[in-house]
């Protein structure tokens, strides 16, 4: 495995990555994925939640709790 990983140029590749560079080799798709930076994130429908913590995470607000029917969701700083 050591020799492949010479061979393509990685020395320090995960197998995953191997894998994936041994398939796709001499494509440049993957060179232009990493090149790319990290994946982007895009707002759908279940982000809203995220966001509203995010955005809480940097107030100073302690409790927060949320409700709708019977759910709940609790949320507090520990002092």
């Known amino acids: 495995m050591a020799d492949v990983r010479q061979s393509i140029g990685a020395p320090g590749i995960s197998d995953e990555e191997l894998v994936l560079r ?3 080799q001499g494509t440049g798709e993957i060179d ?3 090149a790319a930076g990290p994946p982007k994130r895009y707002t759908s429908a279940g982000t809203p939640l995220v966001a509203l913590m995010d955005r809480l995470a940097s107030t100073n607000v302690r409790y927060v709790r949320v409700q709708h ?9 520990r002092s």
């Open 22 to 24: 041994a398939i796709m």
């Open 32 to 34: 232009a994925m990493r």
């Open 69 to 77: 029917a019977r759910t709940t969701i609790s949320l507090s700083t």
